[in-house]
């Protein structure tokens, strides 16, 4: 028998649990070890490792170095050229996401910057630009053109923007920071590392020194999402990092004030549909009833054809009997008519120019106090030349003390072109359009404007526009629709508009019993005429308009507007001064 054999088992064994410990210890130092895999700097910011251009290249700037743009949380898709030390940014970038008040006017071949107060107008590959007539040399060229876009210069933007753009090198790059922002900050503890994603296995794009003040973008269990001065966009440990606090950016520029002109007290308007001039004559019967009423927007103004040109009902002696009757006029201009090409117009510095200067003209003349402007449908290829529209006109309004006012439909994301931000900026007045929830040639049946619309859409303006500039528009008319089942089982939807009384009787005449809809707070009914059809009406009254009116005071706005005079109910104003004293 051979007595060294279990002393072999025994080694074997031995042998065998050393080497599954050496393994459990491998695997537990591949876990838990941090990865020392670095993504090459040029790789990470989108850029080749030679960024220079060759000279000629005219889809390029000659002997610039191509450099990524940092905004915010974001690498931007758009690259900036680095020429003598200064930054060129793609314009379509500037536009987007750094300061949309510079607009390329392809009409006028200018690139048009507009402030409170004065509108630049700047030639592409040019150092000189107009401003009211007067030209000025930057002494560098502020827009250069190659044949794959336009390039700003970053000196010029900060000279007339509240952004910083600070440049990098190894890779170039250009970091764009905007004054008197709220930002969240903290402060590096030790020196550690920035990775792509939150965990030690993910690669490392950069170092962080201690003591570096860095923006926290989100802070999850473990790990916080950090952008560091120069631009590297990445997660970091939360141990590595104290003194986490909400904080404001310091401002880079001190430009003109948006001022506004801003009515005493609560803001009671009226829209009053003219037409055609004989209804001006009409103006003291249509008021005779509208006590508290401080404010009436005759809509006098259509534009005509794409080139600016305007048909008017004004009259100057309906501008001096409201007056008498201590109302302000908010004169309207409408883009209603088929003729039209809103986009075609608002597109034509010229046409635009032609159509902010008649009304200023017309304000001047007639004596009227603001310009209430209506123009609805704007489509999304239209919303930055709409929006380059009503700076234009708040210059000439600001400078003549005239009231401008804007009406707009309650915010959706396919609206979010109408730059309401933007408006509140620079309107005195924003008029949310609280109604057409469910509109003419809709196939969905339902209320014009149910509480929650009405509620919700306040709610959302507040977002983008001050409270002080917010007035709610509210509808004094009902939509009767009728649903009509065909021969072969499909429907037929139509409708029509009534006024407060129109559909009450309506309602009386075909012996309908009405209900309270609470998932609209109004009063419902319908009922089946003699063609078959189903009809169905959900009614403004007296406690829909009152629950209406009580929003302004809920949400400190600025006041209240109604569509249209004479659809109301008797009585109906003394329910909207009620609540608008209250």
Known sequence: MNKDKPRSFRLLGLLIIAVGMLAIIAVCIIKFMPTRERISPEVYFGLQESGTQETGDDSTISGGTVAAVIVKDHIA????????????????????????????????????????????????????????????????????????????????????????????????????????????????????????????????????????????LEQMENWSEIVTPDGYIGYMKNN????????????????????????????????????????????????????????ISPTWYFLS????????????????????????????????SPDVSTRALLSSRAARNKVQEYLVSQAKELGF????????????????????????????????????????????????????????????????????????????????????FERTGIENMLREVPKEKLISGIPFYARLWYTKTMEDGTTEVTSEALSMNGAAQVVSENGAVTSFDESTGQQYAEWTDADGRLCQIWLEDEESIRERVKLVGTYNLAGNAAWVLGNEKEGIWNVIQDELNG
């Open 77 to 216: 898709q758009e690259k900036a050229y680095i020429l003598d030390g200064s930054a060129y940014i793609d314009y379509t970038l500037v536009q987007r996401e750094i300061n949309s008040r510079f607009h390329w006017d392809a009409s006028a071949g200018l690139l048009l910057f507009t402030n409170a107060e004065q509108i630049y107008e700047i030639p592409p590959n040019s150092s000189s630009y107009t401003v009211d007539g007067e030209s000025f040399d930057a002494g560098y060229e502020i827009l250069k053109t190659t044949t794959s876009g336009m390039f700003l210069s970053a000196n010029f933007m900060q000279q007339n923007s509240d952004v910083s753009c600070n440049i990098f090198e190894a890779p170039s790059r250009v970091v764009v920071c905007f004054g008197n922002e709220e930002i969240v900050t903290g402060t590096v503890k030790k020196n550690t590392t920035v990775r792509v994603l939150g965990g030690i296995k993910s690669p490392i794009i950069t170092d962080v020194t201690e003591g570096t003040v860095v923006t926290v």
């Open 240 to 295: 590595c990092l104290k003194d986490v606090q909400e904080s404001v950016t310091e401002s880079f520029y001190q430009g003109p004030d948006y001022t506004s002109i801003h009515q005493e007290g609560l803001v009671n308007l009226v829209w009053h549909q003219i037409d055609y001039p004989e209804m001006n004559a009409q103006l003291e019967e249509d008021i005779a009833g509208a006590s508290g009423l401080n404010v």
């Open 305 to 336: 054809d794409d080139t600016g040109n305007i048909q008017s009902f004004a009259d100057a002696s309906y501008v001096e009997r409201a007056h008498a009757a201590g109302l302000q006029v908010w004169a309207l201009i409408s883009n209603f």
């Open 369 to 452: 106090d603001g310009i209430n402007i209506d123009f609805e449908g704007i489509v999304q290829e239209a919303g930055y030349d709409y929006v380059q529209f009503m700076r234009e006109l708040s210059i000439l309004c600001r400078k003549n003390q005239i009231v401008l006012s804007v009406d707009v439909p309650v915010p959706m994301d396919f609206s979010a072109h109408y730059n309401r931000k933007e408006l509140g900026v620079v309107c005195d007045y924003v008029i949310v359009m609280g109604y057409d929830e469910h509109y003419a040639g809709s196939d969905l049946v339902g209320s014009v404007a149910s509480m929650s």
